[in-house]
């Protein structure tokens, strides 16, 4: 019992913790802020990128590889398409530590090798691989509930930043992931590069302060 009381405890202070950080967006110069939903847009060429937090913790209960997502949109009001590519994106936080995106497969594997710690809804915890199993048989025909440990993978993918171009006068939006843990830091800024590699000086730069 004690190793299950200090596992509930560590995973109540990384959600307290993630919890008590906010992430506001910077305006710039060039980049303004959408009072909204708390984003920022910047457009360069008659292609217009907005970019918001989606999640600071992707999975709360998780012990290892924070996942933090970012909501994209790309409208391109030009006469040509517009390549999209996630990883022309990159992330960097105050302590000069960066982050590469990673693809929705690598998301959906990180998240679901936790699933047999997660608790489910409403209040009963798994806590090994037997009880999960256990719980699933007795929950099968008594409860339509959804429950945490049962992961839906594809919703990781639906809400994906789609690959590919963007069609003159057209838009494209969706979530792009990093492997990292801003309240561990006081600021980060998200970097998009000239598709398709990260070479030069980014084109568009969103930066985000981290409050606690």
Known sequence: ????????????????????????????????LNSGDNSLTESIGGVAVT????????????????????????????EQQ????????????????????????RVREIVSKDTVYLIPYPYVGYYYLEDQERGAFQQTMASSLPFYAEYHPQDIFTR???TGPVLPHSKSSGVIYFIADLTRTDRAELLLYPAPRIQ?????RFPFSIEK
């Open 51 to 78: 970019a918001r937090l989606d999640q600071l913790s992707v999975q709360p209960y998780q012990l290892v590889d924070n996942l933090t997502s970012f909501h994209i949109t790309i409208d391109n009001q030009t």
């Open 82 to 105: 517009v390549e999209v590519s996630i990883e022309a994106f990159m992330l960097k936080d105050g302590e000069g530590r960066q982050y590469s995106t990673v693809t929705p497969e």
């Open 200 to 204: 030069g000086e980014p084109r568009y």
């Open 160 to 162: 994906a930043l789609p």
């Open 1 to 32: 019992m004690g190793s299950v009381r200090f596992w509930l405890l560590l995973a109540a202070t990384l959600l307290c913790t993630a919890c008590s950080a906010k992430v506001v967006p910077q305006p710039t110069a060039t980049a303004f």
